[in-house]
């Protein structure tokens, strides 16, 4: 992607971090030896010549004793740590060692392992070997110094003690805590004078001594913006100090709290800066500037290092950047706020992809329209919409709202041909029947829930079924507006009754579950006498898997057309691309009007349910049993049994205790 025109670009600053390249040396053994290092200490001026190129002037010290009982010569090797040898980084400059003030030849001790010395030490002698280099540091954002000193573990015995120290002498910015120390390591330091320090009496610590600071110059720099602030308190004073921090969030070897803190100064700054530009009245041209850079610095945040995206800062990275693009002039700045744009948008259509939210897709690809042709590409823009205008045109048709869905495709794609034929459509969304079964009769309520877009369609039928019923003689029954739906109520159904009624209804797909409860509810009924006791068995047999079947077998069908419709789509040739597009929501309609009709079938099967309730109520005392059953349950047999006192044996007993009761009353007469 260009850069910006300048008018609109981040200045980018001619010092970006202030590391060394080259790195620290070590004193370390060359073989086994008899040396025992007791203390370490490391002493680094902070030198510049200019204000901006620092070098690192470092004395490194190390107290040595040899614990033999006769004189030994050591060599000592000059290395670099392991780390900077991994990645070839250059030795230091001015490189000297000295034995308690006297200089010893370096010499070479390999390609592969550095320099070497050779050093003297009487019996239980005590020297102090001191290495001397100076490291200049590369012109960067900051200041870091890293110092290995956990290496020391490579020397036989525990180190005692070791202190570093930084003498900050001639940098006034570094000389006490302030918002430009960003990190330091290990704790315990303490600032004594112009120098920063480390002192322990143990092991050295197993991570890097690391101080990390601002870089002088933008130290400087950043208060001359401030100050800038103050004595002007005006928009471009303001937006050169958002570019300072916004410079600074993108520094490398930021740890993620100095590098939220910048950002969140930039962001606070630019605002600040475009408030102050909007108070004042500045012109257009000038606010896009800044809403430029709010965009940028918005986008840092949208997209995160692992490939997270942040719906939030991609919400405020376009809406900055579709405010700034009216006052941007051609070139490449415009057209990066137009990549910013459509990068954003295409994120958020996404999102309402993912999450069904269609109205909200649509208006999407809307905004995405208006950008040029260079950034969004025309024909595949239109592709997704015609999918997404397809997605919502359903949605509302399944919410029953067509009059919305003629409104998104006109009414010419929502006709007769992309429905179902009209004996394919099912009236209902389930039904709910209950079966009471008496002695001698049957009562059937029958609960019918229609599909809510065709209320009126399955009112209407059913009102002539009921009709159809009177007229035949069979029952008069209501029809009972429920709240959910269609209530028939059906009393005293004796077989000959049931058989007329199942007569005079339709034989389509839509009756099935009530023609089918009303032959095969035959009940069979038993009845056997034991003394007073009358036992009265109830059976009916019963299976509405046919029924279940039937409705299946109209899903499959309707899916098997949909099918043959999609083939077509994609073998379906036309004149021009507008013919071609037509021609493809027409027919992808249909097909999904056809899915959309077998998911009803499908869930008429799995949401109807047939109760059957046996046996009679008698006082509080209640032998009914109830059976709730699905259209793909396996055939049953039903049963229910009950035990009653016997009124005519009953009577017959009593009618014979009181006839021998007058035989013994006479019998007795007659002997008194």
């Known amino acids: 992607m260009a850069a910006p025109p300048p008018e609109n670009r981040l200045p980018e600053h001619r010092l970006q971090s202030e590391s060394a390249v080259a790195s620290h040396l070590l004193l370390q053994p060359a073989l086994e030896t008899s040396l025992v290092l007791l203390t370490h200490t490391l002493d680094v001026r902070v030198a510049t010549a200019d204000g901006r190129s620092l070098t690192l002037q470092i004395e490194a010290s190390y107290r040595l004793h040899n614990e033999e009982d006769e004189a030994i010569s050591a060599t000592l090797l000059v290395v670099q740590p392991a780390s900077a040898v991994a990645v070839g980084r250059p030795l230091p400059r001015n490189i000297a060692v000295t034995l308690d003030g006297q200089p010893l030849a370096l010499q070479s001790a390999g390609q592969s392992v550095g320099q070497s010395v050779q050093a003297a030490f009487d019996a239980d002698a005590r020297r102090r070997l001191t290495l001397r280099y100076d490291l200049p540091l590369t012109a960067t954002h900051t200041f870091d110094f890293h110092y290995p000193i956990s290496e020391l573990d490579s020397w036989p015995s525990d180190i005692s003690g070791w202190r570093v120290t930084i003498d900050f002498a001639g940098m006034d910015q570094w000389l006490a805590p302030s918002n430009s120390w960003l990190q330091i390591s290990p704790r315990g330091w303490k600032m004594r004078a112009s120098q920063l320090e480390w002192l322990r009496e143990e092991r050295p610590p197993t991570t890097d001594v690391h101080f990390q600071a601002l870089h002088p110059q933008w130290i400087r720099e950043i208060q001359d913006a401030q100050n800038a602030v103050r004595a002007q308190n005006d928009l471009e004073s303001m937006q050169k100090l958002g570019d300072l921090y916004a410079q600074l969030h993108q520094a490398p070897a930021l740890r993620n709290a100095s590098r939220d803190r910048f950002y969140e100064q930039a962001l606070a700054a630019y605002t600040q800066a475009l408030q102050l530009g909007e108070d004042r009245v500045r012109p257009d041209t000038v606010l896009a500037a800044v809403r430029y850079r709010l965009a940028a610095l918005y986008r840092k945040r949208a997209i995160a290092s692992d490939g997270s995206v942040d719906s939030v800062y991609v919400a405020l990275m376009v809406a900055e950047a579709e405010k700034a693009l009216p006052a941007t002039p051609q070139g490449p700045a415009r057209t990066e706020l137009q990549s910013w744009v459509a990068q954003g948008l295409q994120q958020q259509l996404r999102t309402a992809r993912l999450q069904e939210n269609w109205p909200q897709a649509l208006l999407l690809t809307e905004r995405l329209a208006r ?57 209902f969304a389930n039904w709910q029947i209950t079966v009471t079964v008496n002695r001698n009769d049957m009562v059937i309520s029958a609960l019918a829930r229609p599909i809510f877009q065709r209320r009126v369609d399955a009112e209407a039928a059913l009102n002539t079924l009921l009709n159809s019923w009177s007229t035949s003689g069979a029952a008069k029954a209501a029809l009972t507006l429920e709240a959910n739906g269609f209530l028939i109520q059906l009393d005293q159904l004796d077989a000959a009754k049931r058989q007329l009624l199942a007569k005079n209804t339709p034989q389509l797909p839509d009756w099935a579950l009530l023609r089918s409860v009303l032959l095969t509810t035959e009940q069979e009924s038993q009845q056997e006498t034991q003394l007073l006791w009358q036992r009265t068995t109830q059976a009916i047999d019963v299976d509405f898997r046919p029924v279940g079947d039937q409705w299946h077998s109209m ?112 019998l007795l007469w007659l002997l008194l």
């Open 555 to 666: 899903a499959a069908s309707l899916d098997r057309e949909a099918a043959a419709v999609e083939d077509e789509i994609a073998s379906a040739t036309a004149l021009n691309r507008a013919e071609t597009a037509a021609l493809e929501i027409r027919q992808s309609l249909r097909a999904a009007q056809h899915r959309l009709e077998a998911g009803r079938w499908r869930r008429l099967v799995s949401d109807s349910t047939v109760q059957v309730v046996m046996g009679e109520l008698h006082g509080n005392a209640s032998p009914q049993r109830v059976w709730l059953l699905g259209l793909t349950d396996p055939p049953q047999r039903l049963t229910n049994h009950t035990e009653s006192i016997s009124a005519v044996r009953l009577w017959l007993a009593i009618a014979l205790a009181v006839v021998l009761s007058s035989l013994f009353a006479g």
């Open 371 to 427: 950008l040029p042709a260079d950034i969004v590409d025309p024909a595949t823009l239109e592709d997704e919409r015609r999918a997404i205008l397809l997605h919502e045109v359903l949605q509302q048709l399944q919410d029953g709202n067509e009059e919305a869905a003629v409104k998104l495709v006109g009414k010419e794609f929502l006709t007769e041909e992309t429905l179902p034929r009209p004996e394919y459509r099912t009236l």
